[in-house]
């Protein structure tokens, strides 16, 4: 009884309890400078999406296509107003070849832009009139024109003209008080609709654009077939492909579209409407970029950290070997700066290059500073493997998209199992 009385009694401060909280609190508070690298990394992808808008902005931007449009102008029979009439294709059909081009860059940041060719055929069916009670001598046939509604008109190549037969008609720019600014109209001269003949129409335009190409599907019968050598197309829109491929060398996909499949009639009286909701769309995105990848692993931040302290701090348990809390900071300072390596080097480089040479880097330098600290080889090299395994984990993990939550639960679940083995002997009352 009296040699328990005796034992000298040991200090909060000493007990593991204490130091687990500590190493907890250490934990938190390292989550400020890890929410500025966060900040530093969303900065930078912001100045890229800046310079890349700039860049692009010159070479050309995200294409519409809405056309052609036969136009043809009328007396109202009730106003004695002369309004217009705006009829689509019975049959659209268009033929698109789209060619990613190298990279343009400016600073260290690069933008993917296209020249896009798009061959459209088709005819119109004669106008009806008649059904909305406007008498023939009061039709304008001979001031009949085509129009188009896109975008990008500064960077289209070369003329535009539609041919008709034998006769090609060109297009102008006109300047029209439309609700979309950004959506500019090209229209021909006067002609006499009567002398087409309901030939059919071929039309030709070539863009340089970037981003994205939206296609109106305004025939009653649209057929659209597009290709490309990019390899992660997005379809977007109000319709998917009917058909598609897609492999590492590029994409091809086609669509076929009804009048059914869409709320808005061929023949438009008075008013053209407004239908760029309406447009299929292709997206010609960068699936992960790389200041996307910084900014997931930098979402790791706190896992690497936490798991790290308690690997050094399963180690101090089970050995009795004491860590101070300064080599706490030291240890997680180092983790910190993985992420500002990582963005810095990715900016001039690879992020898996970027991503392994960081790693690299701070799994040696936590590693060779253990040593001193555990005065032994064997948990400096324990350590040194897990770092690389939690690393390695992580990077599967950034990699990939659609299984990125299974993979990463089941990691979690495994690292969660070897914790619960290798403290199950730890006597935590102490």
């Known amino acids: 009884m009296e040699n328990y009385q005796n034992q000298p009694r040991q200090g909060f401060f000493q007990s593991t309890t204490a130091k687990m909280i500590m190493v907890g609190l250490l934990t938190l508070i390292l989550l400020i400078p890890l929410a500025f690298v966060q900040d530093l990394i969303s900065e930078r992808s912001q100045r890229q999406k800046e310079v890349i808008t700039q860049t692009t902005s010159k070479w050309g931007e995200s294409v519409y296509f809405y056309g052609p449009i036969l136009k043809i102008p009328y007396k109202n029979p009730i106003t004695n107003q002369v309004e217009n009439a705006f009829f689509f294709p019975e049959k659209l059909s268009n033929n698109s070849d789209t060619e990613i081009k190298a990279p343009l860059q400016r600073s260290i940041y690069k933008s993917n832009v296209f020249t896009t060719k798009m061959h459209f055929e088709g005819f119109y069916s004669n106008p009806k009139f008649y059904k909305n009670g406007i008498p ?23 003329e535009v003209k ?40 071929q039309l030709d335009i070539t863009y340089n654009g970037s981003k994205r190409i939206s296609i109106v599907p305004i025939g009653k019968a649209t057929a659209v077939k597009m290709t490309s050598n990019w390899a ?41 409407p407004e239908l760029s909701k309406y447009a299929l769309t292709v997206d010609f995105i960068t699936p992960v970029d790389e200041y996307q990848q910084n900014e997931r692993a930098s979402k790791y931040g706190f896992l690497v950290i936490g798991l790290t302290f308690l690997i050094f701090f399963l180690i ?9 809390i300064f080599q706490y900071v030291m240890i997680g300072i180092a983790l910190i700066m993985f992420y500002t390596l990582l963005i810095s080097i990715t900016e001039h480089s690879s992020f898996s290059f970027a991503y392994s040479i960081a790693g690299t880097s701070v799994v040696a330098l936590i590693s060779l500073y253990s040593i001193s600290i555990l005065k032994d080889k064997k948990f400096p090299t324990f350590i040194a ?10 990077y599967v993990i950034i990699q990939l998209e659609d299984y990125a939550l299974l993979v990463g639960s089941i990691g979690l679940l495994l690292i969660l199992a070897s914790v619960m083995y290798f403290s199950r002997k730890i006597e935590w009352n102490k």
């Open 136 to 158: 023939t001598e009061n039709i304008y046939w001979d001031k009949a024109t085509i129009l188009i509604r896109t975008t990008n008109l500064k960077s289209v190549n070369d």
């Open 162 to 201: 539609i041919k008709f037969g034998t006769t090609n008609y060109t297009f102008e720019p006109k300047f029209t008080e439309a609700n979309n600014d950004s959506i500019q109209t090209l229209e021909t001269g006067y002609f006499n609709y009567k002398t087409i003949n309901n030939n059919p129409f």
């Open 232 to 272: 992660s197309p997005s379809f977007n829109g109000s319709f998917i492909p009917t058909d598609k491929k897609i492999t590492n060398k590029g994409f091809d996909a086609s669509w076929k579209i009804s009048h059914f499949n869409r709320p808005f009639a061929q023949e438009n009286f008075q008013s053209l």
């Open 316 to 324: 101090q348990s089970i050995s009795k070997i004491s860590i101070h």
């Open 385 to 394: 493997i897990s770092l690389s395994v939690l690393y390695t984990f992580i």
